[in-house]
T-cell receptor, first 111, second 113 residues
């Protein structure tokens, strides 16, 4: 089955700096890659996604890049703010109904 | 839309007791998923339904766990008897189409003492 690895497990940045979280996947059939943000005491919330026919997607301060050849995808957050502090999860979906989640990255943005 | 609604938000129970967690998916969503989240194991898929039919329950840890979806707007996850190692946050999620990401509920934090 699919295996998704996520790095780093924790990330601390200064407000205004950029943050990058990286994920790799194993199944070349995976074709959809969402990212979730989980704030304390809440469920994961979908923040951005990318499909395998696209190399990059942006939404204001966040962007996701995908390298199908290398089987890795990354989340980029620019101009970080304290409210970006949360746990971020990547996921991959091969053929079928199920998503496979990374282990999460705890992002701390220091004011 | 109120999103995916889970109840209760918190549950504390004694070992051996029956626990029932409830979920109301977003109206019109055909897929419903139950996840368990712990620090050690992250997000684990327990079971999912499509059009109220259980499709894959391979993630259900033991026979003590059971899930039902009697109609399109309601699902339950039951643990009987509960054990301390079942303590976790349980999430329900739904989606309109398997080609899209999920919408998660706020979760039920279960503590078994």
């Amino acid at each position: 089955g699919e295996n998704v690895e996520q790095h780093p497990s924790t990330l601390s940045v200064q407000e205004g700096d950029s943050a990058v979280i990286k994920c790799t996947y194993s199944d070349s059939a995976s074709n959809y890659f969402p990212w979730y943000k989980q704030e304390l005491g809440k469920g994961p919330q979908l923040i951005i996604d990318i499909r395998s026919n696209v190399g990059e997607k942006k939404d204001q301060r966040i962007a996701v890049t995908l390298n199908k050849t290398a089987k890795h995808f990354s989340l980029h957050i620019t101009e970080t703010q304290p409210e970006d502090s949360a746990v971020y999860f990547c996921a991959a979906k091969p053929a079928g109904d199920k998503f496979y989640f990374g282990s999460g990255t705890k992002l701390n943005v220091k004011p | 839309d109120a999103g995916v609604i889970q109840s209760p938000r918190h549950e504390v129970t004694e070992m051996g007791q029956e626990v029932t967690l409830r979920c109301k998916p977003i109206s019109g969503h055909d897929y419903l998923f139950w996840y368990r989240q712990t620090m050690m194991r992250g997000l684990e898929l327990l079971i999912y339904f499509n059009n109220n039919v259980p499709i894959d329950d391979s993630g259900m840890p033991e026979d003590r766990f059971s899930a039902k979806m009697p109609n399109a707007s309601f699902s339950t996850l039951k643990i009987q008897p509960s054990e301390p190692r079942d303590s976790a946050v349980y999430f329900c999620a739904s989606t309109l189409d398997r080609a899209y990401g999920y919408t998660f509920g706020s979760g039920t934090r279960l503590t078994v003492v």
